[in-house]
């Protein structure tokens, strides 16, 4: 079980950056000792070590000193995942650990062994996933999902003439979100059920102006209003099933940290205004960053860094 993993950026999960080569050393350990406290929050010597070898099988540079700083940074941005409320849920993080594995020919198990081979073991790859998910909603949150800012009204034209003097064409979604809540301490024990009950319920979806008498009807289920969302704005991990749900209608059903979710389509149209031109730009320019962080993480991670309190052992 040799050669390359690789895996593809995407606009949600940014699991990795690059590829993965196993190396052939056998992975050594010592016994752990605090090295950085962060807002209280203890990194070790093992968590470094681990980190200096995922970065070996990114081929990244940096060694001990660039893995620390990637752990107090990966500390720092948990915490605030975890302070708004916007960590992917358990069963998020296992999908897509499954869907990296089987993408390399790999069951998780053997994706495991490669890991534990290498020095880095499967609980410190998954820890990784959870935050590189998880840290980009909460980025869209604080500066919008384009990454980048307004575009002036002189930069729409510039970029409309540079287009042919026309402005593009998108689609344009109004959806409703239908949520089978199911809380923390029942999750186990009834998430089956609940997500059978989400499923026999959309074929008898109502509409979007009807869905909350709809929603009354049934025991612990939630509706909300999304509003108007751009193809470019849609998240990642709703896109697929946005786009093969067609005009109208529902999505299938996810399994999130809320319990069982499906969006429901209000209107669907092609549109081309300015606002719409303003989101496929900035989308443009969103697609262009393949080189380092993007620029409103690291501000936001320097925002952190600043209020923190960090202690180096």
Known sequence: ???KLSITRTVSTMILACGLALSSAPATYAASKVVAVVNGSPITSGDIAKRAAFMRLQRQSGGPGAARQQMIDEALKREEVLRVGASVSTTEVEGAVGRFAAGNKLSVQQ???VLD???VGIDHFRNYVAVAMSWPRVVNARFGGGGGGRLSNEDLVRRMQE???TKPVTTEY?????????PASKRNAIIGKRQAEANASRPKYPGCEQAKVFAATMRDVSIRNLGRMMAQELPADWKPLIEKAGDSGTTATRVTERGVEYLAICKKREVSDDLAAEI???A???GKKT???????KRYIEELRKRAQIIEK
């Open 117 to 119: 081979q290498a020095g």
């Open 174 to 182: 109004f959806l409703q979100q239908v949520i089978f809540v199911v």
């Open 111 to 113: 994706l495991s062994q």
């Open 280 to 282: 496929v730009f900035r």
């Open 291 to 297: 080189d380092g962080e993007e620029p409103n993480s």
């Open 1 to 3: 079980m040799g050669g």
């Open 163 to 165: 287009a042919g003097g």
């Open 284 to 286: 443009e320019d969103l």
